[in-house]
């Protein structure tokens, strides 16, 4: 009997040990969600990031070197300076020097007039009999690296006179310190009246390089290239071939000068030619801020409405005055 008890107790603790170790488990198998506490409304946030400044896709104009500029010129001014004052001296043999033998002189054709010094001297001897009283004074010069334009005043040839003189723009392609070619220009007025009366001078195109280089748009300034356009500055080294070439530099250009615009201050062109030009004034800013105007001679040739090449000649002193020489 005792045995029998003894049995019936031990069940009965068994099975309570069991129900304990259930409920136990089933306990510890819970999992309890806490919910995050909110942050103090005076507790400081973490800075927020800043995303840093776009760099400009466009490398700034380097400027040329002021003390090479100034150099260019003198060698230029020197060699137009002889040039004009022995014409006012009405002495071929101070002519004679400044010219190579080969020299070409072109006045109505691109074809030149004339294929040496000798036949030059000859033909500049003869207009000086024709018009002994012929005067000339030096108005301004643009340069280049090897060759450069000069701006003549004349008077006392064919019709006009001190108080209304000609306008005459040499461009003198340069070697060895002498002209080895000439070509003359006749500004508009002269050009008209006296080579070919009655006939006007379409300007369209010099007004039209105005309008573009002045739209800030690089594919209007594109429409008036041809698409095998030769395009030079040798000044600046920045040469261009290719209307797609023009547009890309027309929107470096547009973005070292912000707001630029071109004004056509004087024409001239080369009869007989499709060769065209002016004197224009970009406006921009110097280095302060201040309106500054570079004078630059841009020289257009034209074929079908379109430009096939360009040369860019720049005023010197405009050039340091406006800070794209330093």
């Known amino acids: 009997m005792m045995t029998i008890q003894h049995t019936y107790v031990r069940s009965i603790l068994f099975a309570c040990l069991i129900v304990l ?16 506490s909110p ?38 001014d020197k060699i137009s300076k002889a040039h004009i004052d022995a014409w006012n001296k009405h002495d071929t043999n101070l002519m004679r020097p400044l010219y190579t033998d080969d020299v070409r002189y072109y006045e109505a054709d691109t074809t030149p007039t004339v294929y ?4 030059l001297i000859s033909l500049m001897s003869l207009v000086l009999a024709w018009h002994p009283d012929i005067g000339n004074r030096l108005v301004d010069t643009f340069i280049s690296r090897e060759d ?55 300007q369209k195109p010099l007004q039209d390089y105005v309008s573009a280089w002045s739209s800030g748009d690089p594919k209007e300034v594109a429409s008036l290239y041809d698409p095998n356009v030769i395009r030079q500055d040798a000044l600046f080294g920045e040469n261009q071939q ?14 070292w000068y912000p707001g630029v615009s071109l004004e056509l201050l004087q024409s001239f062109k080369l009869d007989g030619t499709g060769m065209t ?6 406006h921009v800013s110097d280095q302060t801020g201040k309106p500054c105007d570079v004078r630059a001679i841009i020289l257009l040739e034209i074929s079908r409405y379109k430009i096939t090449k360009e040369w860019m000649f720049y005023n010197a002193d405009s050039l340091i005055a406006c800070g794209w020489a330093q």
């Open 148 to 202: 450069g334009f000069d701006i003549w005043e004349i008077w006392n040839y064919e019709t006009s006179t001190k108080e209304n003189p000609y306008y005459q723009y040499d461009r003198y392609l340069l070697r060895d310190g002498k002209i080895s070619s000439w070509y003359l220009f006749w500004g508009t007025e002269a050009f008209i009246n006296l080579w070919t009366p009655g006939k006007t001078f379409d």
């Open 277 to 282: 030009g002016g004197v224009y004034a970009v």
């Open 21 to 36: 170790l259930i409920f136990t488990t089933s306990c510890t198998a819970q999992t309890i969600t806490v919910a995050p």
């Open 116 to 119: 040496n010094a000798a036949s």
């Open 39 to 76: 942050i103090p409304t005076n507790t400081p946030l973490p800075p927020t990031a800043i995303p840093p400044t776009p760099t400009p896709t466009t490398i700034p104009r380097q400027p040329l070197s002021a003390d090479e500029v100034k150099t260019i010129a003198a060698e230029f």
């Open 242 to 255: 290719g209307s797609s070439a023009v547009k890309e530099f027309a929107t470096n250009f547009f973005s």
